[in-house]
């Protein structure tokens, strides 16, 4: 069982920054891909950044490259993301998932509960 516990969220102004925060185990960051995914208001569900730290590919949804950097802390055991240059469209939950390398989708089989952004003025 793997489990993840997001934290991090908040309000910021457009332009701002915020370094969300996925707390795992360090078996979740040996055999699993983490990703950052985010669900807009009235949308679904998209990967927004997804890190597997056996070989270190990084990839990330088109809209958040150079903005946000995903990466990973094997000391506290969480991967992070950090959101710079945030847009109102960034608005959304924030989910981090574990799933078996080397996918990161929607089929995931661990998540967290989430943790808020909202960009606005």
């Known amino acids: 069982q793997v489990q993840l516990e997001e934290s991090g969220g908040g309000l910021v102004q457009p332009g701002g920054s915020l370094r969300l925060s996925c707390a795992t185990s360090r078996y979740a960051l040996d055999y699993y891909t983490i990703g950052w995914f985010r669900r807009a208001p009235g949308k679904g569900r998209e990967a927004v950044a997804c890190l597997d730290s056996r070989n270190g590919r990084i990839t990330y949804e088109d809209s958040v490259k150079g903005r946000f950097t995903i990466s990973e802390d094997k000391t506290n055991n969480t991967v992070n993301l950090q959101m710079d240059n945030l847009q109102v469209e960034d608005t959304g939950d924030y989910y981090c998932?574990?799933?078996?390398?080397?996918?990161?989708?929607?089929?995931?089989?661990?998540w967290g509960q989430g943790t808020p952004v909202t960009v606005s003025s």
């Open positions: 998932a574990a799933d078996t390398p080397p996918g990161c989708g929607l089929l995931s089989p661990y």
